[in-house]
């Protein structure tokens, strides 16, 4: 069954970062931002391993894995729960690193790619959802994007 709809992938194709979350050797978590997450097949997602050491050790250790990504502007996005994998070469690997060197450039490494199994998918949606219904998703990326450009400067 796939769990990844077509606004899911579209989202992982626009989002520039996510969040990955493994568990540490003594159960503590690990948390490392990562800006190559691409759509491998209906089931699985993946990122580029550049300078992620620890992600990976968890990985071949304890394959548990929470990826979560946002859309700052729109206040919203995914939690993908599965199990995940290391891979060093490959069709799957080339699904995540070929599209990660068109966008960043070939000078970065790709080292291993993690490919996680989606065995669950929620939505992450700010109370902004709740608490101000009457607001379009136009209205809110508007409003998030002019306090962002205030903070910026």
């Not at 690990?30 to 491998?40: E, F, H």
């Not at 490959?90 to 699904?95: E, H, K, R, V, W």
């Not at 608490?131 to 379009?136: A, D, M, V």
Request: with cysteine; proline share 7%.
């Amino acid at each position: 069954m796939t769990l990844l709809t077509n606004e899911m992938r579209a989202m992982i194709v626009t989002t520039g970062l996510c969040f990955a979350a493994t568990v540490n050797e003594d159960g503590s978590p690990n948390l490392s931002p990562k800006a190559s997450l691409a759509v491998i097949d209906d089931d699985h997602i993946g990122f580029a391993d550049c300078m992620s050491p620890q992600t990976v050790a968890n990985v071949q250790r304890n394959p548990a894995m929470e990826i979560n990504i946002v859309d700052i502007f729109l206040r919203r996005g995914y939690r993908f729960k599965g199990q995940a994998e290391v891979l060093e070469e490959g069709p799957d690997f080339d699904a995540v690193a070929k599209p990660f060197w068109e966008k960043a450039g070939d000078m970065y490494p790709v080292n291993h790619v993690v490919k996680m199994r989606v065995e669950s998918a929620r939505p992450v949606n700010s109370p902004i959802y709740t608490y101000q219904p009457e607001l379009s998703e136009d209205q809110i990326r508007t409003r998030y994007l002019e306090l962002y450009n205030r903070i910026a400067g």
